[in-house]
């Protein structure tokens, strides 16, 4: 029988906070011993969001966040940040140095590991440089392994989470250089087309991202934008040009195909209450020595063989790399909708490949506060301490 | 004092031809004739659609479309046909032959001007090749002149209204050949940087649309998935290969460049009920004779002179392009938003461009009934028969 | 020829003064000489509000309002007022005193004639009682001719108007008392019934009114209730006891039947962005010498007689009551819908009669920033100058 | 160690059977054995609808309900209805006679138990008249100890659930008589007014009901006004006189007060996915003997005794009635939200007493596809299965 951990919860009355603390309550080996929020001081949990009298959360009260001193938080396992910018790294120089807990930061301070770039990006100095290099960036599809072991984690954002499970099973296909038939285009992976003609021949030369993102993605915040009365019935791109993510994200495709690679994204704004869908358009590029007619996928094929090769590609690529992943479901050519991951921790992508532009459309949609955010640092907390992954999400 | 004229609306219990119906009844010099739908036959149109209780159109009531015969609108100037696909073609077939008013097709039969292309996007052979050539493509904007002279127009589709606003100043820049400096970057368009540094150093290489519409660009259809519990709070592409717009918009692309240009489209369902906000990405290519430092505009520039040729280029085309548009507003470095047109026959376009991935952004916004449908159709009307552009439409 | 007046909008950034500007701009015989705003001072109102660059207000600016002085406005002829609570009577006790023109409060200062009655309301003592008396309540459909020779409007609040429109025609049955048997129940307006069976034998004993408003009926406030994520997919009752509006409605309906009669009254907030749906249950009696048998209405009816009654007593009123009334629609048995009222001037009335519990239910739709507020207060100033009623609102 | 149950879901492809079949799959006691239904005969349930992707459902398919024989589910344990009206009676009566297990018939066809009442509401002959007296009405927090041994359980519509939770803690004041002083206004109920003075001396004279509904409430139907452009932004009342449910309502009004009880009832369209809200308007009424000074409530009340003696009656009684009600939270004079109860099998419930027209308003809110149809139907497994009334529920 595992034994429950005690959490607290830093920012706890924003969105994803609140979301963090409704999962916190059902899961099986957790406890909340702190809850905290500078608006709700001293109010019961269920005085302030009637939702939680539904769930048995009775003797949960806010703390003001400005007030919390060590030992406040000193006797739990695992703290969960959920602050602003520049707060989450305030909070940690302030209060962690001596924690021996483990930290999930879902804010954005700790996930950009270049104090340079997190100034360019951020626009500010980062004051807690020397426990970046200790976070581990918390994508567990990706980083799964080293989040097992990780004492602190900087949860991804939510468009970023969107984005790179899109990008993950085709690094081996990013780079600017010339296809030159690298990893991971194995035989084992490819099993058809792993002739010459196909493989190391195919390279996504651009990459130009359209994300669109439900109004919970800007938080809870008075501003006259996320009135009922602007969002709803409209639709507009916002930031278009240096969006904080962007940084997060080129960071992580590094990582991932082991070269820089600059990326063209675009957020806009839904008038959904939460759900992010993503459409990444790679422009895809045919090596020298591509030649169609030798390829043996496509024997069947009636629209070509470049259609064929990429469909065998792609599909191969996903398959292989989300074959243990419970909460990716990678769904060919069909086209994930919100709807179909809303209220869950679920990721669906699909694809689809123009050959009048070379272009590989691929999908993505998650709830930016589940997958996006809360539930995806309950998935980091049950992989850094031994539960089941899907423990406490698998509604 | 202009002299009403006498239209018919085949086709008029959809929401386009509604929406159509709504501009007409209240336009000061056309009447409405003839009225037509299979499904509402019979009915006043107060009495099917109690929105109209508040027009003055107590005596107007649906006929059956199909029994329809000549002598029913033998009489009126021009007929609207508000028809689904195929449906146009065979009207124009049966009965217009002899009809010697004007005809403005807010159906997609007579957009494209090829019958291969056509039966290529739409499956079906044409039936009225004959009359092909005598449509005239009614983007106002663009084809104001040849509209003035009409007697068959071709309302364009709601997708390719958002895209080719946002193209087509910039017409001069689509080439797949390398820069060449060519007009229109004449010094009168472009006197700050007209000089051999910029000028025919600059073209787009490649086009890149992602769509988003509201539910009533589907038309009012008894599906699934345009129910109020499929739609609401959900959001994903559909049709990413071979949407039917993309025909029409590579043939008026070309007919403004002059060359063919396969674009990728891709359209997204928005849950909003009327309104299309389109992206469209532009990959730009700087020409070998592109020099940065002797560029005049960037004296003040602290982004870097490629912002500020871009800059100069874009904003010089779009006034030029749009300077005598009443219903194209071109809001520079803003960001439109589907709100600020809706109801209305306006778009309005704006830009970013991002340096890093050399990526222009445009982007517009429309009403798709409006702009998109039936406005346009009502402008196209108002130019055919010297009326003032804006005449009814001016909400 | 009708010559233009020259208007003030006194507080015209919110959503109902915005309304106000965009039917003045678009009509014919008013001209906007002074726009005020506290937030946006100094910014021209196609800056702060996109919409307007489609309209023909180039040289629009606002003002700060609390900068004002009688120099700015003293040259127009009308003054419109749409300020907070409280806000109206300052403006006018500090700056209306010497003014020779007219005004139109879209606020709620003055349309509660007794201070006494004002204070319980609206909790604050009422500083410029002086003016009350001067003041007419601005709904043309009741106070026409009132509002032909009024200097000073008060123009309704949006529940009063769909709540006021429903009662009005039932003035006659409103009574504490037994049923008696006056008047409007002539033999013109009830020429089948007119008999001694039904005339004066019946009365509206009880009205329970349950209506719901679109979000923008709060106006542009910034609080977390009218966020976009706290509207979105929620309804709710609130202010379920003393809401400001009963004291003017029971005002206006002591006007209209001559005595006392309570409301119970309670809104809700509807997920939409305007309209307001009112539901006015009122529960009848029968007096003692009603005799259903000798009713010469249901001699077809198979539903029974007071079935035929209520029918011919209900419709003929209202058919009476609105018959030059434009804005008004009475549709019988059916129902009205929010939708076919949005961005008009209409207000649609509907009824049905449940003789299982002797409730008489009326139904109306209006669109609150258009016959709530901003529309009704354009037909006032078209019925005080002279214009036509519909004047710039026949949209 | 409880034994998980065989379970079939017949017609499982509505809004109500997904839900149903989405809380089975994640039951741990409880197997989905068999699923039906016409439309999506042989496809798996992940391919009809993608969110299932997300649940461990690999192997479950849709077979035709129509070809459906007593073999596919005789070895079931619990045979859940989810048909339309008058189906689920077609198919007791062709499949259900040698069932040995039990069943929860969802559809509407069981709930009234007098054939000639069934009939007058749904139009049609009773054809399985012989099984209606074994059928318990569902409602676990009013009939909790008869479905604990029910073999056949008639699942409570979304409307009655709503009214009727507000309603029974008030039984004892529902009569048309005179207030008489009955139970349960026992001393211990009402430790504080438990005297002569208010004791029996109120009675609830009129039952006005304003419901609410969400769009799924109608269920997955092909009809124009489900469409999101009909339903979006739009509100509106239907079926004003004779809707189905006030049968089901007054059948469980008078098993609660012993005496029948005729109610208004107006069912509202609202555009939300899911969740009603009902506002209950109940008209007090207070008997001779009822002497406001006497009563010992009022001692620190500004409001008046009236205000203090209903909020005393109210409070006790459903603080009494519904204490081990894990499902029902009543919150006072606070307002429930549809947002605090979506996703939730819960009830909120709220009140407030409007002393000038002495009318108790009662306000309820409940996600009609949980607490209004499946949620209940797994409360009312999980009873007569002895497991825990909330498991499977504790979202």
Known sequence: MLKAIKTAVIGGSGYTGLELVKLLIKHKYANLSLLTSNTYSGMAL??????????NCAGIAFKATDSITYNDFA?????FLCLPPHQSMEFAANHLKDYRGKVIDIGSDFRIKDPESYREWYGKDHIATGMLKD??????EINGEQI??????????????????CLAPLAGLLSKNEPVGKEPFSDK?????GGPDIKGQLQIADINIDSKSGVSGAGRKLKDEYLFCSANENFYAYGPLLHRHIGEMEQEIEELCGSKFAISFTPHLLPVERGIFTSVYCKLRFGASYNEKSCCCDSNSKTGSKDAAVKEIVESLFSWYYKNCLFVKFIGQKIPQIKDVLNTNFCHIGYAYDNRTDTLKLFSAIDNLLKGAA???IQNMNIMFGFKQ????NE
């Not at 269920?46 to 769930?55: E, G, P, V």
């Open 46 to 55: 269920q005085d302030a969001f009637a939702y939680f009298k539904n769930l």
């Open 75 to 79: 006797a739990t396992d695992l703290v």
């Open 135 to 140: 976070f581990i960036y918390g994508l567990p």
């Open 148 to 165: 097992k072991h990780a004492k602190y984690i900087a949860n991804p954002g939510c468009y970023p989470t969107s984005v790179l499970l």
């Open 189 to 193: 992976i490819l099993p058809c087309c």
């Open 375 to 377: 539930g995806q640092a």
């Open 390 to 393: 899907e423990e406490g999400l």
